[in-house]
């Protein structure tokens, strides 16, 4: 029972499929934002992603971060740069950051029902 050659990693997924489909947000951008905002190692600096083994991919609509299970790397701070990214770009009132599992965010749009609350609320 030796130890496995191949280290741990965590993966987080941010699913963009919406807001890209409707040409509302870059995936390109947002993955530089990610990559020079996000913050690891002992001394929580950032621009050391290499340095901790911590690798951002993306494809056309989806941003993977993957990083080693002893870093420690939290989803939460993931969540709270892509709501900064959202409000940098204006788009904080339109998109909202859910939970679509446990390793994974999706930007959905908000639901915006017109008038069906008030009028259930009148009768």
């Not at 701070?77 to 788009?91: I, V």
């Amino acid at each position: 029972m030796g130890k496995s050659s191949k280290k741990q990693t965590v993966k987080f997924v941010i699913d963009c499929t919406a807001p890209v489909d409707d040409k509302v947000l870059d995936v390109a951008s947002f993955e530089k934002y990610l990559h020079d905002h996000i913050k690891v190692g002992a001394e929580g600096k950032t621009g050391a992603l290499a340095a901790n083994g911590v690798v951002i991919t993306r494809d056309r609509t989806k941003l993977t971060v993957a990083s080693p299970a002893d870093l420690g790397f939290s989803k939460r701070q993931l969540k709270y740069l892509s709501k900064r990214y959202l409000k940098k770009q204006q788009l904080r009132d339109y998109l909202r950051v859910v939970a679509a599992s446990k390793n994974s965010y999706e930007l959905r749009y908000f639901s915006i029902s017109a008038g069906d609350e008030e009028e259930a609320e009148e009768e």
